[in-house]
DNA sequence: TCGATTCTGTTGACACTGTCAACAGGGCAT
DNA sequence: ATGCCCTGTTGACAGTGTCAACAGAATCGA
């Protein structure tokens, strides 16, 4: 293994391209007219779509480990590499995979607060609920949304945006709440309440999804039933008798 | 991307070994004598070694995923595939770089334990600056100890070993803050508490190795910092004045 | 209407990966 | 001394992500 200079320096025969460009979403060739939405073949309603949900399936059944545009592209009935037009790699698959993670955990949320009764600590009770389930159903989907298989988030602003969407509902939840139990002159930061409160649902996420809790014994305990025993210790803590 | 059967079916000439092996330790022969320990060249102290430092280091500097036997031996100054007489695969190594991992963590919270003051609170968050610190120094450890790249830890008994020993050390603490706190004549689950406990540590751990925290402004913030606000406020609570 | 342009998909290639079979030499026990 | 086993090398194979070159279809500008 020493010798340097192996058969290296091949490649990139023509063009310099492919150096420099954003992770953005396809291949570029001149901006110029706006209204390039609905060009080429009609495919029944665009590959893409049919791309982002094969590439759901299988990051579902066998994470993002085993994840290939052959198999991909195998399930959406075209060939190997048609995927580029639509990403411009993998890791901007990824993203919109993300991307649609969290529209489906807001969705949930939002379901949750409303079936929750009428008071700001089961609201938060029902998004908390909404999050550890979401992630407990769809583990690969969470690991894919909060892991590093895509570094820099800033470079997909679609996924930045439907992130920050998830992020303030859960900020605003958290903020009613500390607004409900502040009371009594205490002065609490709430960036750091807020870091708390996400620390303690996320932290009970990625344990069930990283198949850190429920080795023995209990088998499959609800992940919902395992927040609001969470929730009511807390309670529990909150209402204690003074010492 | 039709036709049927393609040049498969090759591979495999003779013997049909490979096919059925354990995920344990290296290339089995025959267990018989059990001093198999320093046989062969000597190689300064052990090739094994060796190749989990290099692993240690490529994973600390660009993760898990490119991370490449070739490299790997490169480093170690030996030839591709020669770590297959270590190593069963890329998981086994990992799971060595995961042990050695869980040990410098079980390392630096009894250290911490040491340093704090001899209460159990101080002793508790102790812990948790240790657990979170080790997280915000090391990610990319942090993430091969708990995420996925390991399927099924219970197939790397040493791996299993060091992970039961920490998971004892964090639950004995949590058990003496429990038994401390705990009067007054409530009734708490130990194992929901716990697991309440580990999810607020370990989610701020995983915020912060994921890039969740300190988006803006504050720039970085030390880890211990946030923990030991995180306890702060606890704290806080905990001793508010009733309603 | 018609040619030019631009999308979108296919084919085939390249560099690179994990893993394995076949081989080779050194050290150990017999 | 002999033979076995350990440990390393070499070279291969199947499979990966990505790209260049090509080809047909839909649209736009004239």
Do not use: C
């Not at 495919?43 to 290939?68: F, K, N, P, W, Y």
């Not at 820099?152 to 605003?172: M, Q, S, W, Y």
């Amino acid at each position: 293994m020493g010798e340097a200079s192996r058969k290296k320096a091949r490649r990139r025969p023509g063009t310099a391209r492919g150096a420099a460009r954003a992770a953005g979403e396809a291949r570029p060739r001149k901006p110029k007219g706006a209204a390039a939405r609905t060009r080429g073949l009609p495919r029944d309603g665009g590959l893409r779509r049919d791309l982002i949900d094969a590439a759901l399936e299988l990051v579902e059944a066998s994470g993002t480990r085993g994840l290939g545009w052959r198999e991909i592209a195998r399930r959406a009935g075209v060939s190997h590499s048609a995927a580029y037009r639509h990403f411009e790699n993998k890791e901007a698959l990824l993203a919109a995979v993300a991307e649609e993670g969290f529209h489906r955990l807001t969705e949930r949320m939002v379901e949750q607060v409303a079936e929750a009764r009428d008071d700001v600590a089961s609201r938060f009770e029902g998004m908390a609920v909404a999050y550890v389930e979401f992630a407990a159903e769809s583990p690969a989907r969470f690991r894919v949304m909060f892991g590093r298989d895509i570094p820099d988030i800033n470079k997909h602003p679609a996924l930045r945006e439907a992130h920050d969407f998830t992020d303030g509902l859960f900020r605003a939840g958290v903020a009613q709440v500390l607004e409900n139990v502040g009371k009594g002159g205490m002065t609490v930061d709430i960036d750091a309440f807020t870091l708390m409160a996400w620390s303690l649902v996320h932290g009970l996420a990625s344990l069930i999804v990283d198949g850190r809790v429920g080795d023995v014994s209990e088998a499959a305990v609800d992940p919902g039933d395992r927040v609001r025993a969470m929730t009511d210790l807390i309670k529990t803590f909150a209402q204690r008798p003074r010492a």
